[in-house]
């Protein structure tokens, strides 16, 4: 598995927090591209650092947001931002390295906030749609 730091995700990921997560800590956030994978379904995964290790390494709750590149990338523009909602809908309110179950990140709530965010930037400018296109050797 190759993981890349991916400035564009990222950016969008803070967006849509930013409107429509305002729990969510961005700083403690950060959005990879993976390369590799042999997962059959999976488009993208939310990584915690659990409880016992900010503990042990006596470090606040950290979120990693991963999106597999070889499916991720061929999505459209909504399909990805759906994506990237899903996973940042894992991050439950108390922010303290647990996620929410896909009892509650099911379809259904994923297309509500995708609606919400679409509201919030209907008459605005902020969002550069290019973002969601991977860039050649930058992401």
């Known amino acids: 598995m190759k993981y890349e730091f991916s400035p564009s995700l ?3 990921a803070e967006d849509i927090a930013t409107r429509i997560f305002p729990h969510i800590k961005i700083d403690r956030v950060k959005c990879f591209r993976s390369y590799g994978s042999s997962t059959k379904h999976t488009i993208a995964r939310c990584h915690a650092l659990g409880k016992l290790l900010q503990k042990a390494m006596d470090v606040p709750a950290f979120y990693a947001l991963e999106f597999l590149g070889e499916k991720f990338d061929k999505m459209s523009r909504d399909e990805k931002l759906k994506v990237i909602i899903h996973e940042l809908m894992h991050i439950p309110e108390g922010f303290g390295g647990g996620f929410k179950n896909h009892n509650i990140v099911n ?3 994923v297309e509500e906030c995708y ?3 679409m509201a919030c930037v209907k008459n605005e400018k902020k969002i550069d749609w290019f973002y969601l296109r991977k860039k050649k050797n930058k992401s």
């Open 10 to 12: 990222q950016i969008l």
């Open 107 to 109: 379809d259904k709530n």
């Open 115 to 117: 609606g919400d965010y």
